[in-house]
């Protein structure tokens, strides 16, 4: 089982919608981070977060420490946001363990 | 300044030749990481770097892997002889430090055949 998981695989959704992916680890972390890979194949972090709530732009990322969760929103979608995102655990030992990532299509 | 640049960009190769990734960190960042991206397999860490000094390298597959960092500004993996199941797409990031955001390469796409 991997350590990182991710939900759902793969996203479809119209232009507008409110798009959540979700994020669960099994393994004790200090930190969540959460990664955009545009088509074209590079790689941007959007969020690093330990508690709480961080908020950019259209994207919201949470965190439940004691569920061991996480949450990526966007809100008011747009076809520009197709992506893959990824969550990525950063343990003890300070490395990063990867989720397989969520495919989002947003059409117009 | 340019970011993570990575070079080549892409690589083709044929079994059992040598094959040499290159990185170069952004100015200032103390870590850089080489990871691996495979579909099948996702994004994995292969070896970190701090300050030069490699700190873990228990991702890396096996001994036909090797990384080296000389200097500050320059990376190498090595992958001596190359297989097929080599290929993938591997990326170079650095950080200021460990609880930092992580700055990625474009990344190697790699082809062995």
């Known amino acids: 089982k991997n350590e990182v998981e991710q939900s759902p695989q793969n996203l479809t959704a119209q232009e507008g919608e409110f798009i959540t992916i979700n994020c669960s680890y099994s393994?004790?972390?200090?930190?969540l981070h959460w990664l955009q890979q545009h088509p074209g194949g590079g790689i941007v972090s959007l969020f690093m977060l330990s508690s709480g709530k961080k908020k950019h732009g259209r994207l919201i990322a949470t965190i439940n420490i004691q569920e061991k969760h996480s949450s990526l929103h966007i809100t008011a979608s747009h076809p520009r946001d197709s992506a893959v995102y990824i969550c990525a655990a950063q343990g003890g030992s300070e490395k990063l363990v990867f989720g397989k990532g969520t495919k989002l299509t947003v059409n117009p | 300044d340019a970011g993570v640049i990575q070079s080549p960009r892409h690589e083709v190769t044929e079994m059992g030749q040598e094959v040499t990734l290159r990185c170069k960190p952004i100015?200032?960042?103390?870590?850089l990481f080489w990871y691996r991206q495979t579909m099948m397999r996702g994004l994995e860490l292969l070896i970190y770097?701090?300050?030069?000094?490699?700190?873990?390298d228990s991702g890396m597959p096996e001994d036909r892997f090797s990384a080296k960092m000389p200097n500050a500004s320059f990376s190498t993996l090595k992958i001596q002889p190359s297989e097929p199941r080599d290929s993938a797409v591997y990326f170079c990031a650095s950080t200021l430090s460990l609880s930092g955001t992580q700055f990625f390469g474009p990344g190697t796409r790699l082809t062995v055949l």
């Open positions: 393994v004790g972390i200090s930190a």
């Open positions: 770097f701090n300050n030069n000094v490699p700190i873990d």
């Open positions: 100015s200032g960042h103390d870590y």
